[in-house]
């Protein structure tokens, strides 16, 4: 469902690699895909990690869950334009040195050199990923690796056709995808909310892929 949203945001950068690449175009758009989705299962099990800690000092105020109805939160107030966390000024990106290592590699045609521009623009600021990092939070590194890992790989056949046919994707069209992925990541954040209040006897459970 997020896959749209994806080939707004990064098609473009897709199609780059795919028409300067000396490896062929489904190689270098693969290479690229590959070093984004690394970085988004790191990242996941980051935010696994760090939500698995916030969930045991909620269980020792009595609040279960309260990662996950943090970063359903979070991902409102994001969704709303009220708030995000600054995730942007933590990446990599930020520090000169980094940024000028993109820019070189970004100059090679290898698979190598792709893939590791893929690494480094998984970095790149993006709310719906932020939303799914949020929930990756809700639980334990594992599992918030093996979430982000999902996210990624189904992004993976539309931003390689995106690739291979850059340009075919007009404005209009990309302002309507963009908008179905803002809904997402309502839906997302909603969901997470009432995951947390479910896990705490506030709300009836309906099901365990929805809360």
């Given at each position: 469902m997020g896959a749209p949203h994806c080939i707004a945001m990064c098609g473009g950068t897709a199609g780059g690699f795919a028409l300067n690449a000396d490896t062929g175009a489904f190689r270098a758009v693969l290479a690229y895909n590959l070093g984004r989705w690394t970085t988004y299962i790191g990242l996941g099990a980051v935010m696994g990690a760090l939500g698995s800690f916030v969930n045991v000092a909620g269980k020792l105020a009595g609040i279960q869950a309260i990662a996950s109805m943090a970063g359903g939160a979070l991902i409102l107030l994001w969704a709303f334009r009220k708030a995000a966390l600054p995730l942007a000024r933590w990446g990599p990106l930020r520090f000169a040195p980094v940024s000028r290592l993109a820019s070189r590699l970004r100059s090679r045609k290898d698979a190598a050199a792709i893939y590791a521009s893929g690494i480094l623009l998984g970095f790149i600021p993006c709310g719906l990923t932020y939303a799914m990092q949020n929930a990756a939070a809700s639980s334990h590194a594992w599992s918030g690796a093996l979430l982000m890992a999902a996210f990624g790989l189904a992004t993976f056949p539309a931003l390689i056709a995106a690739g291979l046919f850059a340009g075919a994707l007009k404005k209009s069209l990309r302002s309507k995808i963009q908008r179905a992925g803002h809904y997402i990541a309502v839906w997302i954040g909603v969901v997470s909310i009432l995951?947390?209040?479910?896990?705490?006897?506030?709300?009836?459970?309906?099901?365990?892929?929805?809360?």
């Open positions: 995951r947390g209040m479910a896990a705490n006897g506030w709300i009836p459970s309906i099901h365990p892929w929805l809360w």
